[in-house]
């Protein structure tokens, strides 16, 4: 609460004061079970259940306010579950698309703690940061939204399962289905990103089997395997 709120109020001062473009991350966990969630737009009902997608819609409306009343050039944008092979999983609800590479490669045996038809959006990283570089370059007259959804793909831990085996067909999968998954229930199954491609044309590179591909090249690469 103190970095996604108190220390927000603080940027937003300084962003006003010295009247600067602020971007601030949001997340598929600044909507709740009230949500509709195939697909989930731009604009629709929201209340999280949980404090970080809670300071999150905060923060979107909080800097929709300083646009409006202070002119302010904030621009922010909600990004599904994000796939890296340079970041270690730390647990979070989508972090199981990440482990199941580390685990495919260095044991063979993988388990899941949300159930195997549990869809979630995604993206590979090189998008995310594509995503916030083109979205940045747009002049803030053209955008329509101060807050917009960018995805890339939107899969199952079974639909990702069958992509792995592709690359290791031995693996060995159990599921152990933990509190995750009541929090996985409350969040967007299909991001529609309709309003960035249209309004600044948006457009991701990366699918599931080329995430697949290039993830499983660089955790070889890593774990010399």
């Not at 103190?2 to 937003?12: C, D, K, P, S, T």
């Not at 949980?50 to 909080?62: A, C, D, F, N, R």
């Amino acid at each position: 609460m103190r970095v996604n709120i108190e220390g927000l109020h603080n940027v937003l001062e300084l962003a006003k004061q010295y009247q600067l473009k602020l971007f601030v991350p949001s997340t598929i966990g600044a909507f709740g079970p009230d949500s509709p969630r195939n697909p989930t737009p731009d604009i629709t009902i929201q209340r999280p259940r949980t404090i970080y997608g809670v300071s999150k819609v905060h923060g979107e409306l909080m800097g929709e306010y300083y646009h409006y009343k202070f002119g302010l050039d904030f621009r922010s944008l909600r990004f599904p579950g994000i796939i890296s092979a340079e970041t270690e999983p730390g647990g979070g609800t989508t972090d199981y698309a990440v482990q199941i590479f580390h685990d495919a490669i260095q044991t063979g045996q993988f388990t899941c703690y949300l159930r195997p038809d549990s869809r979630l959006p995604m993206m590979y990283i090189d998008d995310c940061i594509d995503s916030v570089i083109k979205y940045l370059d747009v002049p803030t007259e053209k955008l329509r939204l101060r807050t917009y959804n960018v995805n890339a793909m939107s899969f199952t831990p079974q639909e990702l399962i069958e992509e792995v085996k592709k690359f290791v067909p031995d693996l060995k999968v159990t599921y152990n289905v933990d509190s995750r998954q009541e929090i996985a229930d409350s969040w967007p199954e299909i991001f529609d990103d309709s309003g960035a491609k249209k309004d600044w044309g948006w457009k991701h590179k990366y699918d599931l089997p080329k995430m697949c591909e290039v993830m499983f090249t660089k955790l070889r690469q890593h774990y010399n395997k």
